[in-house]
């Protein structure tokens, strides 16, 4: 039997700065739509969003919002890095997945539609199990689940694992990326020669479950991964593409009320930057940053900041609190960049990003490319240099270079000279080339997130489609 019941959304992110502060803006749209939302976050993310963030307060603004929180299971000291995200799974399917359950088994008022993230395979179970419709939201690029979805067919065609080391051979068995990924550019973990490894286990499982939800929400814009999309459609044919969410609720803010959206980071972001950023001339600053879970050595540090450095070009640096593993100690560093830290740099721990990729001072971005960066970069038309370093960055970063065209990818090479060759590049000799390119891709971004356009037109579907899904009562 079929009842009709008051819409009521719950999401569950993957507990990361990015999945979290995307699905954040999501329910942040649906709220402003006034449709009833259950955010789930685990005790630490929320304890850190508490701590650094308004986002409690500017959440009592929707009387239907509510925040539950569950443990994620890991030691208070686990720095959750991404080198952590296999046992974070592993600890949650235990400590979080049996209350999660519990709590919509037990809603007051019944869940009319969960979204949770593509790797959450549990999820569909539990939906299952309420009656209620799923939708994954994956919050990794297109281009990159595509790549995941590609898997089994690799496997199956002998290309995964790499027959030997060239990692500039050509993919065959990823449809709509030929001519384009070469093996480096699949995700990093692809790099194996053991199919049982957790992470390739953990993708299998993903691939298998993602055809079986009603439907799959993608930050990411028509425009810009049209071709992706239409792969993606064979596999999962109801995609929402509601991207870039960040410049998506910012256009819907300022339909509903004059205010600006806050942040939702889970470190302290130092405003500081912004002050040094207004005394520095137009685009004359590249900003460098890899973002919340990837991880350098002190080596690759000393290579960054001697390019950055030896390129004479002024930059923003953020150094993540233990971003450096193994030994970051800084003391006796080279005189000659203390000095030039010292007359072109600004290095902080974390920075309100958004708001430093609008600065007009800002000409290019250094960046690790995860797929919020990625966007957030795009919608204000800076382009970047690219140093992936897992999951989708491989294939992003590839994207950037050779199909949209918004910058260089400098992946698998951590070296000075390359790194002071790559940013005179983008910051100066073909700088025109390159803001050209990525200021179309901006405006491109920017209407698809305006009324009419067509992120703006699946969200508006997706907010009917919720308000109209019921439930299987028992
Ligand atoms: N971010 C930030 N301040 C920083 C560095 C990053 O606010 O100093 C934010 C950034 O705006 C983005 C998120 O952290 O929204 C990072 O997500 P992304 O998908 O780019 O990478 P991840 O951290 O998941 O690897």
Same mark, same amino acid.
């Not at 993230?117 to 549990?122: E, K, L, Q, V």
């Not at 993602?210 to 939800?213: F, K």
């Given at each position: 039997m079929q009842h009709e019941r008051e819409a009521h959304v719950f999401i569950f992110p993957l507990p990361l700065q990015g999945p979290v502060n995307c699905m954040l803006k999501l329910a942040e749209i649906l709220s402003i739509n006034k449709i009833k939302v259950t955010f789930l976050n685990t005790d630490y993310i929320h304890q850190r969003l508490c701590s650094h963030t308004d986002v409690p307060i500017r959440f009592r603004?929707?009387? @239907?919002f509510c925040f539950r929180t569950v443990p994620d299971g890991l030691p208070e000291e686990n720095p959750r890095t991404g080198t952590e995200i296999g046992n974070l799974l592993e600890s949650m399917d235990a400590s979080a997945v049996p209350i999660f359950r519990e709590m919509l088994l037990t809603a007051e008022t019944p869940v009319t539609c969960l979204i949770a @993230?593509? &790797? +959450?395979? +549990?999820a569909t179970d539990v939906a299952a199990e309420i009656g209620a419709p799923l939708l994954y939201f994956d919050t990794v690029s297109p281009c990159g689940l595509w790549t995941y979805l590609c898997l089994p067919k690799l496997i199956e065609a002998g290309e995964v694992p790499f027959k030997d080391d060239n990692l500039d051979e050509m993919i065959i068995n990823a449809p709509g990326m030929e001519g384009i990924i070469r093996r480096r550019d699949l995700p990093s973990f692809y790099r194996t020669n053991d199919l049982n490894d957790q992470i390739i286990q953990l993708v299998l499982r993903e691939d298998e479950h &993602?055809?079986?939800?009603q439907g799959v929400i993608f930050n990411t814009f028509h425009h810009l991964e049209a071709p992706i999309l239409a792969q993606l459609r064979t596999v999962c044919p109801n995609i929402y593409a509601l991207g870039p969410l960040h410049a998506h609720l910012k256009a819907r803010l300022a339909s509903w009320e004059a205010r600006p959206t806050t942040s939702n980071s889970i470190w302290e972001e130092d405003g500081s930057c912004i002050s040094w950023l207004d005394k520095q001339p137009s685009k004359s600053v590249v900003y460098v940053s890899i973002g919340s879970l990837a991880v350098m050595t002190r080596d690759q540090m000393c290579e960054i900041w001697h390019g950055l450095v030896n390129s004479g070009v002024r930059f923003l640096w953020v150094r993540r609190p233990g971003s450096v593993t193994g030994d970051s100690d800084e003391t006796g560093i080279d005189q000659e960049l203390a000095r030039g830290t010292e007359e072109r740099g600004c290095i902080v721990r974390w920075a309100p990003q958004e708001e430093v990729l609008a600065h007009p001072a800002v000409g290019g971005f250094l960046t690790h490319s995860g797929w919020n960066s990625t966007l957030e970069s795009m919608v204000e038309g800076k382009p970047m240099i690219c140093w992936p370093y897992f999951v989708d960055q491989q294939v992003n970063s590839r994207y950037v270079e050779v199909?949209?065209?918004v910058g260089l990818d400098m992946k698998d090479s951590c070296d000075r000279v390359v790194v002071e060759k790559m940013v005179r590049e983008v910051m100066e000799s073909r700088k025109d080339e390159f803001l050209k390119g990525a200021e179309e891709v901006a405006e491109s971004a920017r209407a698809a997130v305006s009324p009419g356009g067509s992120s703006f037109a699946d969200m508006d579907r997706l907010i009917e489609e919720i308000k109209t899904m019921k439930i299987a009562i028992k």
């Open positions: 603004n929707y009387p @239907d @993230d593509g &790797i +959450f395979t +549990f &993602i055809p079986l939800a199909v949209w065209k």
